[in-house]
């Protein structure tokens, strides 16, 4: 078993920056897959990033994608989401989730909720204008 712990959420204004991190317990995960999803209000679940065990393969939403940056540091069972430029519908809860399957590249399968076996409680965001 895995538990997933999100942090570094908060209230933020248009424009600042943030660090999501999302801890690993129970058991290494340095050879998951590790997504970030997000949820706002009456919206369903979307991805945002992922990242294979190595942090050589990535992949993310086009509505953030040069802004958002997801890195790990497998020696401190962890992964990070780096949010810059936050916008109002940035706005969400995110949770971080772990697939037991160590891929080498990044695909398609990755940017779906059903490929995740582990889930995190999630961390709110919410930018105000």
């Known amino acids: 078993q895995v538990q997933l712990v999100e942090s570094g959420g908060g209230l933020v204004q248009v424009g600042v920056s943030l660090r999501l991190s999302c801890v690993a317990s129970?058991?290494?995960?340095?050879?998951?897959?590790v997504g970030w999803f997000r949820q706002a209000p009456g919206k369903e679940r979307e991805f945002v990033a992922a990242?294979?065990?190595?942090?050589?393969?990535?992949a993310y939403a086009d509505s953030v994608k040069d802004r958002f940056t997801i890195t790990r540091d497998n020696a401190k069972n962890t992964v990070y989401l780096q949010m810059n430029s936050l916008k109002p519908e940035d706005t969400a809860v995110y949770s971080c989730?772990?697939?037991?399957?160590?891929?080498?590249?990044?695909?398609?399968?990755?940017?779906?909720?059903?490929?995740?076996?582990?889930w995190g409680q999630g961390t709110p965001v919410t930018v105000s204008s």
């Open positions: 989730a772990a697939d037991p399957g160590r891929k080498s590249t990044i695909t398609q399968s990755s940017r779906n909720t059903y490929a995740y076996d582990y």
């Open positions: 129970g058991r290494s995960f340095s050879a998951f897959t």
């Open positions: 990242i294979n065990w190595s942090g050589g393969s990535t």
